[in-house]
């Protein structure tokens, strides 16, 4: 296992690309980035936007779809899509069951509405979503891998549906975490999202055991190119258009719009930043997945952006990451289990066999010790 030198990626991320130099794409973007002022980057994606719209066919109440969770990253992109680039929006939420949904996300999907925006939610059928979560953790040792895939489908296919044909997301997956299978044409260019390792794993069969309806695994996997280019639909990132796109400054604007943060849970979801998945809780399941299955969790990525930002070092990074990377209270385990219907015993048993034995140790009846020291280059 490699890191970044500059900051705490490693190379067992998936979809991972580190340069001869040994600095990840994250990092390489980040550095070439600043060279640009903010407002070059702005006309460029505004001339994007004339061109993609110049090529919709029917003008109906919409210009553009914002995929939206009710986050902290939401409101930031509402607002900026009407107010800065002076679009109408349709925002669209693929919701999360009753039981599987906070209440704070609700809240934080009511103060959006209280806003001005028009919002379509889209909540998948419960027992089903619940049934898909455990083959999914049982399959690919991921309990949020149905969700996501319910996520980015829905809004492209209500984007097919209406004939809208611009999305946007936040945040470019390639150049803020440095995964590389979705690198696009350039760093608005979101149209390479269908590549995304959780809709590309495994594909779509795995779903028949729980869903036989054609209709209802429709929800769940995203739509053709073929489908995309019909309606000449594009997808675009907002993150490389401004010049905070980050978490913290996100959380911060979006608080003071109204937005319920969730303070005080740090020693339960390990969520340092305490303004992540604010709008469900078995994402802090998933984060602790992928700790045992790569080496690194939801603190890093967090650190890493402000390594980037220049707002924290590389060394006071370290220790945050050793403290809380892989955190989850087991009180999130244990309703996660009367969710899917299982034992806290098979949930471990099933975690059992995605711990990647290279770099940590296992414990009969505890948690996994990793073999590695967080920021050094580990070889067995
Ligand atoms: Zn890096």
């Not at 269908?194 to 028949?208: I, K, S």
């Not at 010049?243 to 911060?252: A, G, I, M, P, R």
């Not at 220049?310 to 955190?327: H, Q, Y």
Request: hydrophobic residues 35%; negative net charge.
């Amino acid at each position: 296992m490699k890191y970044c030198k500059k900051c705490l990626t490693t190379d067992l991320r998936p979809n991972a690309s580190f340069s001869d130099c040994g600095v990840c794409l994250a990092c390489q973007y980040s550095q070439s980035e600043k060279s640009k002022p903010g407002h070059v980057k702005l006309e460029m994606l505004k001339s994007k936007i004339r061109l993609i719209k110049a090529q919709q066919k029917s003008k109906g109440d919409y210009d553009c779809i914002v995929g939206v969770s009710g986050g902290k990253d939401s409101t930031r992109q509402a607002h900026w899509v009407r107010d800065r680039l002076g679009l109408r929006p349709l925002l669209v939420c693929c919701g999360y069951p009753p039981k599987q949904m906070t209440d704070v996300g609700a809240d934080n999907l009511s103060n959006l509405i209280s806003m001005g925006f028009d919002l379509v939610v889209a909540t998948p059928a419960p027992q089903s979503s619940a049934k898909l979560s455990l083959e999914s953790f049982e399959t690919f040792g991921n309990v949020c891998k149905s969700t996501e895939m319910a996520l980015f489908s829905t809004v492209p296919r209500l984007a097919i549906d209406l004939g809208v044909n611009i999305i946007f997301w936040g945040e470019n997956p390639a150049l803020q975490v440095g995964d590389s299978a979705v690198e696009g044409v350039d760093e608005f260019d979101g149209n390479q999202l269908r590549q995304l390792n959780t809709l590309t794993t495994g594909g779509n069969e795995w779903m028949n055991s729980v869903l036989s309806d054609k209709r209802l695994k429709d929800h769940y996997i995203y739509p053709s190119e073929t489908e995309f280019n019909k309606k000449k639909i594009s997808i675009l990132y907002l993150g490389p258009a401004w010049d905070d796109w980050e978490n913290h400054e996100n959380s911060t604007y979006a608080a003071l719009q109204g937005l319920t943060l969730r303070p005080g849970d740090l020693d339960i979801t390990g969520d340092i930043s305490e303004a992540s998945m604010l709008d469900e809780e078995f994402t802090n399941i998933n984060m602790m997945l992928k700790y045992f299955k790569f080496g690194f969790g939801r603190t890093t990525d967090y650190v890493c952006e402000r390594i980037r930002e220049n707002k924290l070092s590389r060394e006071e990074a370290i220790p945050l990451v050793e403290k809380f990377d892989g955190v989850c209270d087991d009180t999130i385990i244990q309703r996660y289990c009367e969710y899917v219907g299982i034992s806290k015993a098979y949930f471990w048993e099933v975690t059992n066999r995605w711990i990647n034995k290279d770099i940590f140790h296992t414990v009969e009846g505890g948690r996994p010790v990793p073999k590695f020291t967080v920021g050094k280059d580990y070889e067995r």
